[in-house]
């Protein structure tokens, strides 16, 4: 693909993952917080979707030969800490990086606020005071340092480990327990939490959100176009973010010839404006604001974000979303702990006393 | 806002990010007493999907969920 081509792949497929965003409400922030704080799974189920749509897609695009599947490094201190901090900040922030990014297109400022911390936080840890830290906890030497493999086994491109290559299984067998395994369990536990959708199939599609098992289908399915239009990777936001700021400070703008920015940063663009268009026709754009603390907080939730992101090497959607699918232990480590670090926060800010 | 129930209190949480609409109302219906309604006022998409689920959940009535505007829902509660 030419660069231009692919500059308006990734703002196309943006639009769409943001219209789907907004209609699925899918915010991992609140899939994994509801957990223990509302006994409420159906985001979760959402995720569990998507993540076994993609995990069955990847495989066989690989299979075939289209994509090669490219795990992120494992660094394990970096995935660690990094999680943690990202998963502190997304419950600060009330949204995770795509739930922030979505919500934005919906109008609310609070996610607005949030946005520029984490765009903040992510520059500031990548090239700036914080810079330190990240070459700290990724190190080219010394026990932090990343653990890769001679052997990463067939369909991998690079040379990092996934569940499949650490143990010299070929990845299907893999693939097929554990999507046999989540989708039973969503199919036992169907139902009883279904959003009510009554009305014709046009209020169903625009106006009502949508069934957790819609969201995940579809949001699995772009992230499958995503990384074979894409080739390098899935979906992912934060890299988007952290390009446009960059972008925007430097005047290095996304040209021709630098491929990575121009795809993600019109991906993350695309998304605002796909979750306005889906929240204008179901009546759902409002301009809105919480009071000036809750502003901070989300600020500072967002530069959380930012920090865990870079260090950790990627949000919440290049390690879920992407990365798991692709059973690459960075990111189901990073993954874990993105989630502890949310349960952390709530606990403290939702349920003690 | 025509209303075939008097609400006993109302709680508005238009402007509040995720999840602070839920867990202000569920604080919100735990102090109150059996039989009376609380309207809850809100803007939060989400939560305006979520809420009636939670709140038949832990016992309560929902006796009415409506937009009242572009972004804007209004819910009926019956405390058990």
Known sequence: MTDASLMLAGLVIGIIFGFVLQRGRFCMNSAFRDIILMKEYTLLKAVAMAIVVQMIGFHI???????????????????????????????????????????????????????????????????????????????????????????????????????????????????????????????????????????????????????????????????????????????????GWFGFLDALLTGKLPRLGSGMLNWFTFLVIGVVIGAAVAAVIAGEFKFRAPDAKRLLQQFVGGVLMGIGAVIGTACNIGHILSG????????????????????????????RG | MNSDVKPTETLDVRGEVCPYPDVKTQKKVKKMKSGEILEVLLDYPLSAERMPRSIEKM???????EKTGTGEWRILIKIK
Not at chain 1, 331 to 348: D, Q
């Open chain 1, 61 to 239: 695009m690989a299979t075939m030969g289209y994509i090669q599947l490219s795990p992120k490094t494992l660094y394990w201190g970096a995935m660690i800490v990094g999680g943690f901090i990202f998963g502190i900040g997304m419950v600060l922030a009330a949204g995770c990086a795509s739930g922030t990014t979505y919500r934005v297109g919906e109008g609310m400022m609070g996610s607005f606020v949030a946005l520029l911390g984490f765009m903040i936080g992510g520059l500031v840890t990548k090239g700036g005071a914080l810079k330190d830290l990240t070459s700290y906890l990724q190190p080219t030497e010394g026990a932090l340092k990343a653990i890769t493999t001679d052997n990463a086994g067939p369909y991998v491109g690079n040379a990092n480990l996934t569940l499949a290559n650490i143990f010299g299984l070929n990845p299907w067998i893999l693939v097929v327990i554990i999507a046999v395994v989540i989708l039973a369990v969503l199919v036992w536990k169907r139902g009883s939490e279904e959003t009510k959708a009554e009305g014709t199939l046009y209020e169903k599609i625009f106006k009502t959100g949508w069934n957790w098992w819609i969201t995940g289908i579809i949001v699995g399915i772009i992230g499958i176009i995503a990384f074979y239009t894409f080739q390098n990777y899935a979906l992912g936001i934060s890299g």
């Open chain 1, 324 to 351: 798991v699918p692709q059973l690459a232990l960075s990111s189901i480590l990073g993954g874990i702990f993105i989630v502890l670090g949310c349960w952390v926060a709530a606990y403290i800010m939702f349920m």
């Open chain 2, 59 to 65: 016992g309560h009535e929902i006796l009415k969920t």
